[in-house]
């Protein structure tokens, strides 16, 4: 029971720190501030956002973030996973 008080807790000070003062539950978080927010780095930080809400039952905006990502960086999603691929073999 306290672990998942203390996991819930972390989650949450995820979330606070990619959303900062926008509000999740109201829908006023898009991917699209994630790109704004962290520009080169907002492949990874899309990720992480899509992680936290999975692991906390979101899933309307895990398959928002998700597709976000494959639209925005499939070429670099596609190049990593040949990467992985290779690395593997």
């Given at each position: ?49 899509a ?17 976000s ?21």
């Open positions: 029971m306290l672990f998942t008080f203390l996991l819930l807790r972390r989650f949450s000070e995820a979330e606070a720190i990619f959303v900062g003062g926008a509000s999740c539950k109201t829908g006023g978080f898009q991917p699209k501030d994630v790109v704004t927010k962290f520009g080169d780095a907002s492949c990874f930080a899309l990720q992480i956002m992680k936290v809400y999975g692991d906390t039952e979101r899933t309307s905006q895990v398959k928002r973030f998700f597709s990502i494959d639209k925005k960086f499939s070429l670099t999603l596609k190049i990593f996973r040949r990467l992985s691929a290779k690395r593997q073999l």
